[in-house]
């Protein structure tokens, strides 16, 4: 069976001090927790020293990840990060593609499979986001847009791209609503995306996963990871409220 992967996504938020009381917490529960389920949270980065410190050289089964990354390698782009040093850092999961940056920075597809590329280069584990709108899904058109946000990973990255790689299932309707999708729906989605990756790729793909995000909370995480092609959770809220975190941890492994 595989071992869960749950990624916490803070997105703008926490403190150093906020940091240190989340830690103090997470620190005793994931060593009962050890070989259950990986967890990741991808926080602002510079955090990560702080972070690292405080709970990542005892636990195996924790890593810390990004929320976004440069699609150059290095140059005159101010403000930005790129892969190699998201990686000399101590990041091992980045995400990209969060609708966030698709409709707030105008990302495109291009620009995301871009990313794709130059962290696979890095040996980082890309979480690719994908995902249909409220209008796309009341338009049958699921699929499709899925469809299409991933085409453009293999036409950029090749063939073997999705090897020990992520994609997170997040329908953008459902993210920060009180809304998840329904565990069939999920399912029905995630089915679709785990047989067109073995189809395209002709069933030689290695350590790749696929996620649910948006809305889950500890009451609906069991319903949806029991389903056959749900491999773990991307977390938004969930992520920032310590005891909320770990139920749905809790949840999971039960
Ligand atoms: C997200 O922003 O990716 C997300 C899943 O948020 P939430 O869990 O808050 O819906």
Known sequence: MIKPIIIGNWKLNGTQQSIKNF??????????????????ISLPVLYSYLMQKLLF???????????????HCSGSFTGDISPFMLKDIGIKYVIIGHSERRFNYKETDRMIANKFYLLKQENLIPVLCIGETKQEKVENNTINICKKQIDLIFDVCGIKAFNNSIIAYEPVWAIGSKISATPQEAQFIAGFIRQYIHSQTKNRIKNFFIQYGGSVTQYNAKNIIQQKDIDGFLLGRAALQIEEFIAIIKTINM
């Not at 917490?25 to 994931?30: D, H, M, Q, S, V």
């Not at 050289?57 to 699609?71: E, I, M, P, T």
């Open 23 to 40: 830690l103090k917490l997470l620190k005793n529960f994931l060593i009962d927790y050890h070989k259950k389920c990986t967890v990741v």
């Open 57 to 71: 050289s005892k636990n195996k089964n924790f890593f810390l990840g990004a929320q976004n990354v440069d699609n």
